[in-house]
């Protein structure tokens, strides 16, 4: 249950002076997505790749992007060929928090420079 989930976490938080409760929590983003993952031979390296992206605020706030995708490579210390082709192609990293971005691109009045290059970048049309 995501209710007794937070509350372990939570409870953790409060040995270190945090009094918060799972119960005081209110949901205020939903994403959603279709997610495939790759796996290369032997395990030199893995990607999802996450299509049919949707945000929704609370409210009617929604951020609908189908037309994007994101990959997310992982290879360890080094770059996988998955890497190797992404670069090959043009695909530069951008650091990415779907949530992150999501609660920017619908709430232009929080902090988002740590999401500012991949919001300028994908994000407008």
Known sequence: ???AWAEDLLGQ???AGV???A???EPVLWGTYDRTTFLLPGGAGRATVDTNLTWRGVGTDVLDR???VIVETKSGSHPSGIDRMLWGTGHRPARISKF???MAALHPELPHNRWNRV???H???
């Open 123 to 125: 994000f407008t049309d």
């Open 119 to 121: 919001l300028t970048t």
């Open 100 to 102: 992150g971005t999501g």
């Open 13 to 15: 938080a409060r040995d």
């Open 23 to 25: 119960t005081d929590l």
């Open 19 to 21: 009094s918060v409760h």
């Open 66 to 68: 189908p037309d994007m």
């Open 1 to 3: 249950c995501a209710v």
